[in-house]
């Protein structure tokens, strides 16, 4: 005996793998949507709490770099997160600009920012515009003043050190290269003509010597 399956219970066997892959992405999807919606209101909380602007207070300059402080409208607090601001500056006539330039914390301020690029001297109308996390602007005058190059330390000539044992200062002369004693060089030829005399008067008398020996021995044998 068969059992006849009504049409509402039977599946097409190829259409079951097909859906398990689009529910867990319609669930990543859900998924992913929830976080963001967390995160949303948690930054829309924390904003209602400081305020929904900046207050932006410029300070002066540090070696031409413009400073100023950032801090919420409503209480105060120091900005946490990173400013994004644009500084720019402008002269007195308009015919120079400078910037725009980064704000970058300044080291040992919660509140300090600084600008990352630095002002020539002179004196300039210096803006800041900030746009995260919250809106914020400033204005006003900054002059930066010439600074004077260090002056150069003239070396002086290096001296002898006496003040050490063993160590003493060149002496020079005070006599002049004239006044120096010179000894007279001696005649050549004196010495050695009298020198050379004395040897052939010798070598003569020698051989005069001879002679008259050979002569007399010759005498002698004719004897």
Known sequence: MTTATSPAHQGHPALRPAIRPAV????????????????????????????DNLTVVITGQRDGHVTADI??????????ETVAATVNAVSPDGSRTQGPWPLVRQPGSPAGWMAAGALPPGTWTVTIDAGFPALGHAEHEVSVPVVDP??????????????RPGTAAP???????SAAPSVAPEPAGKGSDATG????????????????AGILLRRRRRR
Do not use: K, M
């Open 171 to 177: 002496v020079t002369s005070a006599l002049p290269a």
């Open 197 to 212: 005399w004395w040897t052939t008067a010798g070598v003569a008398g020698i051989a005069l010597a001879g002679a008259a």
């Open 71 to 80: 801090t919420w409208e409503n209480d105060g607090d120091p900005v946490e």
């Open 24 to 51: 867990i992405g319609l669930g990543l999807l859900l998924l992913l949507q929830g976080l963001a919606l967390i995160v949303v209101l948690a930054l829309a909380g924390s904003a209602q709490a400081h305020g």
């Open 150 to 163: 260090a002056p150069s330390i003239p070396t002086s000539p290096s001296t002898p050190d006496t003040s």
